[in-house]
């Protein structure tokens, strides 16, 4: 069994993918600004400091740390906190790692699917595609970047584009099921790639488990769905009224600002590469919001 740190331990991701990893014999430890736990490390990234005790025994790192991509309107500061928070974190795990020349087995690192850009095109995006010229593929370019400089040491290296997480302990859920949001964005053609935590954890876990799993791979389900049928499948589900008009895109620019292009534009992506390696549990929306909202 394998012992893994990782970074944004106690997000929605993190704290289900910790259980998960405990669940099948992994020794876990979680790097924190605040230890209040005994598993937990303090790591300072403005001081580039962490406690060397968290990389005892190590094998795998788990970087999922980052600040919210939607959680506030995209000021010129906040840009710059959204990249900095997933480089400088990255950064200064791969300094330690090489100095302290620590042999880990495997370095595996969240990304988006905003890799592709935030447009809505007639295309299926797969993982050799070239990133997109927008702010939020730059994110993911950046964030990549970061990771990939640990194969320069010869450690294997996963990268898993994420769409919209489902879950049932918050995230995109939670804010979909509000008057705003139970409705039509825009045109409502846009497409939103989707995965539940649970596929997505399996994903983190598999990466660990099977040595064979490592490089780019699109964590998206293979369910292609439009916001239109998206939220109609939503409001089905939990037995609640989606608005009959489509909230205007200016509405969203005006509430959201730049952000809005996160909502208001996407593309498909494909599937096809992780399908190869993993069976996933949810392929069906409706199975997904079906599980999460029983």
């Given at each position: ?51 060397e005790k968290a990389f005892e025994n190590l094998d795998y790192i788990i970087h999922l740390a980052g600040a919210g991509i939607a959680d506030k309107r995209w ?139 490592s490089g780019i791979y699109n964590a998206v389900s293979i369910d292609h769905e439009t916001n239109t049928s998206f939220t109609k499948t939503l409001g089905k ?58």
């Amino acid at each position: 069994m394998a012992t893994v740190l990782l970074t944004g331990g106690t997000g929605l991701v993190g704290s289900y993918l910790q259980k998960k990893l405990e669940a099948n014999n992994h020794t876990v430890s979680i790097l924190s600004r605040n230890p209040q736990k005994d598993n937990h490390f303090k790591w300072d990234i403005d001081a580039g400091y962490i406690d060397e005790k968290a990389f005892e025994n190590l094998d795998y790192i788990i970087h999922l740390a980052g600040a919210g991509i939607a959680d506030k309107r995209w000021t010129s500061s906040r840009k710059e906190i959204l990249i900095s928070s997933r480089v400088a974190s990255a950064n200064l795990l791969f300094t330690k790692i090489k100095t302290l020349n620590i042999p880990l087995k495997g370095f595996i690192s969240s990304s988006g699917i905003g890799f592709y850009g935030a447009q809505t095109t007639s295309k299926i995006y797969k993982e050799e595609d070239n990133p997109a010229n927008d702010f939020i593929a730059q994110i993911c370019i950046d964030w990549e970047k970061a990771a990939q400089q640990f194969s320069e040491l010869s450690i294997p290296v996963t990268i898993l584009r994420t769409g919209v997480v489902l879950s049932k302990d918050g995230g995109a859920l939670q804010k979909m099921n509000t008057p705003l949001f139970l409705s039509a964005l825009g045109n409502g053609k846009q497409y939103v790639p989707w995965i539940h935590i649970e596929d997505l954890c399996n994903l983190y876990v598999k990466s660990i488990e099977d040595v064979d799993f490592s490089g780019i791979y699109n964590a998206v389900s293979i369910d292609h769905e439009t916001n239109t049928s998206f939220t109609k499948t939503l409001g089905k589900t939990i037995k609640k009224p989606v608005t009959p008009f489509n909230v205007p895109s200016f509405v969203l620019r005006t509430v959201l600002g730049e952000l809005a292009v996160i909502v208001l534009e996407g593309s498909r992506v494909s599937a096809e590469k992780t399908a190869n390696k993993y069976d996933f549990m949810y392929t069906k929306l409706s199975d997904a919001l079906k599980n999460i909202y029983s």
